[in-house]
């Protein structure tokens, strides 16, 4: 239309000399940068009867997405000021200046939108100039520019550390934790216009292989699926959600590893989401420092770790396995030698006499030592560190023994092993049991008492000076576990058994020990339970004597045994000799004759009568 000559005239759009119209419009594309909306190379601002134009202003009607759209121009080369006010998505650009300097910030005009879902509806911006005349008609017509909103869809957005800067995240696994994170609890998947579809986090490398891995939660019926797959070391979150949901997930997300000596390289997680358009976000990473911590030495001397090895020690059989000696293990997953073991002994009830030792010291490579008085046995290095497998065959060797002849077997002896590595690693305490079974032991006969053995050789019993002794003054009877004897038996076995003439006795009075003695077995008996040093007193007073006037000069020799109560075990024999003195008997007459009694002989002799003898006819 033609222009009128009292205003200001604004057009927006002009080609050439021709003129079609004052209005504009421009296609706005998100996420591409501001937008030219007029015409950069015939916009035009006139006025035919004023050099200079005193402000333009530039408004966006109808704005839908607030202080995101933004209207702007570039005033560098000429003397226009320009401002943008946000509330009401104005820009002012004020002069005074000629009209080829509003001409020139007029081209520039452009629109911006920094919403990344912005509205769809196009933005009607409208512009108005005035001049310097300060008259009723000092306003120009109004051109319009329309701005048509052309949309992306925008990627998904991974943020796993939050609000800290930058998008990436880090964390440290240390060696038996259950895992380490590899999102932060703050962390965000974002997608302005879409769904996600699915994420992964994968793993650039696993130098302890199949015991690394990755993991997150998810909700019961949330429709989300995941699994990890260790050869491409990749983890998998599918299904459709909301970022939301895939936000939480990630913020549950850990790394794993089971090694028990961990490679220390640090690990590098790297993140993806694709949305249900099929976009890709971005690969922001995690870095996992792995920490990996000494593993203590693992002792079990057990064929099963959940039952203690039970070793029976049988009074007097000699020493037993404290361990089971095929299956007993030292081992340590990531040290290669090991400082020492010990095995304690308790409770320690018969002192001195219980003992461990270890049978192979694998060639003096080992330093055995055992205390008695705390039941400690330590194994260590002789030179040079040895491996769990030196120490292992070492322990396997290991076994008990008790030298008591009356052990206590109240309760099983506890062994515990314990093994330091080089590290100063310390295992857990395993224990094995040793029960010990007693055996009663017999009675101990010692005729010659202390400092002999237990045969005595007596003096030489004389004829006619009565009962000698058989056994020394000191002769002992002891039972090591036995408070009672049941009997004891006195033989004699020669020269001869059964002589009438032979006798044996002991003093039993006040004693309670009834005394016997069969002439047919030459054997005195004393019987009746009574204590050990009773029975001791009555054989301290056994003697020998014999009746025959003309006996044998032979040694007696005589057996003497003794049974413990109540089991009545036999004791050992012991001997007694004892050498015959015979003596030469007086003659002697007898008048009388044996029937009678004294050796003299009365006779009568009658006068005239014959002679009377003197004598019995059986003197």
């Known amino acids: 239309p033609p222009r009128s000559t009292l205003f200001p005239y604004t057009t927006l759009f002009r080609s050439g000399p021709a003129t079609f119209g004052t209005d504009f419009a421009a296609d706005w594309t998100e996420d591409a940068g501001p937008v030219a909306i007029t015409d950069i190379n015939a916009a035009d601002v006139s006025d035919v009867d004023s050099t200079n134009l005193q402000v333009c202003t530039v408004r966006i009607t109808n704005d839908q997405d607030g202080a995101d759209e933004v209207l702007a121009t570039d005033v560098s080369g000429t003397s226009v000021t320009a401002s943008y006010i946000p509330a009401t998505h104005t820009l002012v650009m004020n002069g005074p200046a000629l009209e080829s300097d509003f001409q020139t910030v007029l081209r520039r005009l452009t629109y911006d939108n920094l919403d990344n879902n912005p509205d769809l509806t196009p933005r009607i911006v409208e512009i108005i100039c005035r001049d310097d005349s300060a008259t009723v008609t000092d306003t120009s017509n109004t051109a319009t520019a329309t701005v048509n909103i052309v949309p992306v869809e925008d990627p998904p957005f991974i943020d796993l550390n939050g609000p800290a800067a930058n998008e990436d995240f880090s964390s440290t696994f240390t060696e038996g934790d259950a895992g380490a994170p590899i999102g932060d609890s703050v962390a965000v998947v974002s997608d302005l216009d879409s769904d996600i579809a699915f994420c992964t986090a994968t793993l650039a490398a696993t130098p302890d292989g199949n015991d690394e891995s990755l993991s997150v939660v998810t909700a019961v019926g949330s429709g989300i699926f995941t699994s990890y797959d260790p050869v491409s070391r990749s983890l998998a979150i599918v299904g459709n959600a909301s970022p939301a949901v895939y936000s939480a997930i990630v913020r549950t997300a850990t790394y794993s590893n089971t090694d028990e000596d961990p490679d220390a390289t640090s690990r590098q997680v790297t993140w993806s989401c694709t949305d249900v358009q099929g976009l890709a976000s971005n690969s922001p990473v995690t870095t996992v420092t792995v920490i990996p911590v000494n593993d203590v030495p693992v002792v079990e001397m057990s064929a099963t770790p959940d039952e203690d090895f039970i070793g029976v020690f049988t009074e007097d059989g000699g020493p037993v396995p404290g361990v089971d000696e095929s299956a007993a293990a030292v081992t340590d997953v990531d040290s290669a030698t090991l400082d020492s073991c010990s095995v304690t002994l308790s409770p320690i009830l018969d002192t001195t006499f219980e003992v461990l030792s270890v049978l192979d010291d694998q060639s003096g490579s080992l330093t055995i030592t055992y205390n008695s008085g705390t039941g400690v046995l330590d194994i260590t290095n002789t030179a040079g560190a040895q491996s769990p497998a030196v120490f292992q065959a070492a322990l396997r060797s290991l076994v008990y023994e008790n030298l008591d002849d009356d052990p206590d077997n109240s309760v099983l002896r506890n062994l515990d092993f314990v093994c330091v590595d080089s590290q100063a690693g310390t295992s857990i305490t395993d224990r094995t049991n040793i029960e010990v079974v007693p055996v009663n032991d017999p009675p101990a006969v010692d005729l010659d008492g202390p400092g002999g053995n237990a045969d005595f050789t007596a003096p030489n019993w004389v004829e006619g000076a009565g009962p000698a002794p058989i056994v020394d003054t000191d002769a002992t009877l002891t039972d090591s576990d036995s408070i009672q004897i049941d009997h004891c038996t006195i033989s004699i ?55 025959d006037d003309d006996p044998s000069v032979t040694p007696r020799t005589i057996f003497v045994e003794c049974f413990d109560s109540p089991e009545e075990l036999v004791s050992n024999t012991a001997v007694a000799t004892i050498g015959v003195t015979p003596t030469n008997d007086e003659n002697e007459i007898d008048l009388n004759g044996p029937s009678s009694p004294g050796t003299d002989q009365a006779v009568t002799y009658t006068e005239d009568e014959p002679a009377s003898v003197l004598t019995d006819p059986a003197a």
Do not use: E, K
Not at 503 to 527: E, F, P
Not at 530 to 535: F, M, Q, S
């Open 493 to 547: 076995v020669g020269p001869a058994i059964g002589d009438i003439n032979d006798i044996l006795a002991a003093n039993t009075v006040g004693l309670g020990i009834t005394s016997s003695y069969d002439v047919g077995t030459s054997t005195l008996t004393l019987s009746n339970p009574r204590a050990v040093a009773i029975y001791q007193t009555a054989l301290q007073s056994l003697t020998y004597d014999s009746l």
